[in-house]
Each structure stands twice: as C-alpha cells, then as structure tokens.
C-alpha cells in the first residue's frame, strides 16, 4: 500500500469513528458510502438540527415550565435551524411557549 492508500485507509477510519452507526447504516443503504464528505456533512447537519431542538426545549422549560405535548411535537418536526434559532431568540422576550413558537410573518 502507498502513501495514498494509507492517507485513504486514515480518513475513513478517521471519518467512519466520527459519523453515529445509525447514520453510517442510513449512508451505506443509500449508496454513498463512499462520499465521506456528503456523510460527514449530513451527520453534522443531523447533529445541529438535534441540538437546536434540545435548547429550545431546555431554555423554554427555564422560563415557562414544561412545554405542552403539542409544542414538543412541532419542535421535534421542525427541520430548519434557522427557523428554530428564530425560536431560541423568542424565548429571551416571549411571556410563553405559545408566544415563543408563534409563526412570525416572514417565516
């Protein structure tokens, strides 16, 4: 193996321990297993949009207490960091959640 062949062998080992099983599995039945970057960024994205949604819930509960079911299920089905960072900020004015997860005009 050469140089190149070991550099390939390095990155995938490297990019493989970095991407959830369950998203490798999700990549390989989809057929782009082999294009680590395309993995690497649908995992990140993947792992933002999670995020997003936990701190929504976690600062809103601060302020307002445990969120009904209903907006726990539209937090969970927004797939839009920026529509969920919109809601973030909300909480630092909103007087609720149903103030906090209002749709605002532009949206």
Known sequence: M????IEASFTYD???AMIPDEL???ACEQGWSGDF???WERGYAKGS???ARRIL??????QFGAPPERV?????AMDDTAQ????????????SWDETMASPASE
């Open 2 to 5: 050469g140089i190149r062949g």
């Open 57 to 62: 819930i976690k600062l809103g509960t601060q």
């Open 24 to 26: 490798w599995a999700e």
């Open 37 to 39: 970057a395309l993995a």
């Open 14 to 16: 490297c990019i493989r």
């Open 72 to 76: 726990v299920a539209v937090v969970q």
């Open 49 to 51: 949009l999670e995020q």
């Open 84 to 95: 969920i960072d919109s809601r973030i900020m909300r909480v630092l004015t909103a007087t």
